[in-house]
């Protein structure tokens, strides 16, 4: 959806990685970042039940957007991915949006 430089090579970079293994390290390395990823979504998936669960406190909520403001930290990892589920969010898209650079 952007025709950046940086973001066509990041794109290019995760194809080579998550569905090209023609080498058994590459298998190795999309293995453990296929992981990777997907153990921080889960713990994204968590966050946001927690927070929209009708039967959580609003202290529990507020822990959840802590920990959400921590995933979206560029420095953390595959925040990128977290980003992009958060900016699909209809209510915490805009909540968030003017936290990300």
Known sequence: ???D???????ELLNEIFNKNNT???????AYLRTSVFKQ???LLTQLNKFYDDYSSEEEKEESLAK???????DKPYS???RWCILEDEELGPLFEPLMD
């Not at 430089?5 to 794109?11: D, N």
């Not at 959400?68 to 560029?74: A, C, S």
């Open 68 to 74: 959400i403001k921590e995933m979206i930290k560029r």
């Open 5 to 11: 430089p940086k973001t066509i090579m990041t794109k």
């Open 41 to 43: 979504y889960n713990i």
């Open 1 to 3: 959806m952007d025709d």
């Open 80 to 82: 990128a991915f977290v």
């Open 24 to 30: 058994l390290n590459k298998q190795i390395t999309g």
